[in-house]
Each structure stands twice: as C-alpha cells, then as structure tokens.
T-cell receptor, first 115, second 116 residues
C-alpha cells in the first residue's frame, strides 16, 4: 500500500518570503499522480498543484511550484512571495494510475504567515 | 455555477441514531467519493462510486452506507454501528476513469458531524 509522509506538522514564514513544504511517499508503482491541496480555515479542500509522475518537468502554478524527485520519492511544494491568504493546512496526496483513483493523504502541514 | 454542495454544514446526532449526509454535484462527474477527516490526520476514504448504481468500500467503510441512484447525488449514511462518528466529512467528485489519467478530485465544503 502507498503511504504519504509530511514530516513538518507546522511551518511559518514571513510575508513576501519563500517557504518549502516537504512530502515523501512510498510506492512500488512507476506511474502515478501527486497533488498538493490547501485547506484554509473554511475547511474546504482546494487543489493547489498536480504532478504527473511520467513527466520530468516540475509543475508550476503562479507562485506555487514543486520539486519532484522521482528516484527519491520526494514531492516538495515551494510557495514564493508568501501572502497572508496562503495561511492554511497543506496536504500532499498520492493517486495511483490504476484501480479506484483513491487519494492517499499525508497528515498535513500547518502554514502560518507572519505579517 | 458548477460545483459540489454538501448539507448540512453542521450536524448533531444522538448516540444510536442513523444520520444521512447529503452530497450533490452539477459538474457532470461520474465518480464520487466520501472521505473522513479527524484532527491531526489526513483524509481517509470511506466509500467511492465510479458510476450510477455501483459503489465500493474504501479503507474505513465499517459503520457507513451509501447509495448512488443518480449521477448527481451520493448520500452517506452514518449508522449506529459506527463507533466513533464525530468527524469532518468531505465529499469529492472527478471526471470519468479512462486510461489511468490523473483526473483531479474536487471537494465540497464538508459537513461537521458531532455525536452528543
């Protein structure tokens, strides 16, 4: 079974600075998908970014980018120019290319933005 | 507007009672999912349905039941057999399976269930 580990329960960053959230995963599959979701205080899960494992190029979405290291099974999220609205829980998730499309989530990292 | 709605936002239940959580989507998605979130944990899959009139158990299905009579609706019933039902419940949907592409799951706003 796949597992996802987020080793940083909490992180903080000064407004306008850059922060990197870590995620590692364990799988025996070669084709899969990785996601970062944001959960603000409203508790709705919002997709931040997704990465397809067969693509070597790292995904980017405006101020959000990932560092995908397939051999190391690492999938970190970098947030540039941090804004107060970025404060939230961030969850890393794994999805197999086969089977029921279940998302396997990590335990999350709480990000605080310091004004 | 297209999206996923869940109702109610807050739900209180007495021990021994069944309760049903609603999930509706107008995104024309075939697949729908129910997840449970507990403090300090990520989401865990309860049930999922890839097509109308079909559904499968997820990792923590005991004490829960679902139905999928319409494409737009996937209600979750929390039965009295669920030993620790107090949690935050999230519904999600995605476009159809096909070729193993990475179809993204979109989430509703969630329902907070508290057992009194």
């Amino acid at each position: 079974a796949q597992t996802v580990t987020q080793s940083q329960p909490e992180m903080s960053v000064q407004e306008a600075e850059t922060v990197t959230l870590s995620c590692t995963y364990d799988t025996s599959e070669s084709d899969y998908y990785l996601f970062w979701y944001k959960q603000p205080p409203s508790r709705q899960m919002i997709l931040v970014i997704r990465q397809e494992a067969y693509k070597q190029q790292n995904a980017t979405e405006n101020r959000f980018s990932v560092n995908f290291q397939k051999a190391a099974k690492s999938f970190s999220l970098k947030i540039s120019d941090s804004q107060l609205g970025d404060a939230a829980m961030y969850f890393c998730a794994y999805r197999s290319s086969f089977g029921n499309e279940k998302l396997t989530f990590g335990t999350g990292t709480r990000l605080t933005i310091i004004p | 507007d297209g999206g996923i709605t869940q109702s109610p936002k807050y739900l209180f239940r007495k021990e021994g009672q069944n309760v049903t959580l609603s999930c509706e989507q107008n995104l024309n998605h075939d697949a729908m999912y129910w997840y449970r979130q507990d403090p300090g944990q990520g989401l865990r899959l309860i049930y999922y349905s890839q097509i109308v009139n079909d559904f499968q158990k997820g990792d923590i299905a005991e004490g829960y039941s679902v139905s999928r009579e319409k494409k737009e609706s996937f209600p979750l019933t929390v039965t009295s057999a669920q030993k620790n039902p107090t949690a935050f419940y999230l519904c999600a949907s995605s476009i159809p399976l096909g070729g193993g592409r990475g179809d993204t799951q979109y989430f509703g706003p969630g329902t907070r269930l508290t057992v009194l």
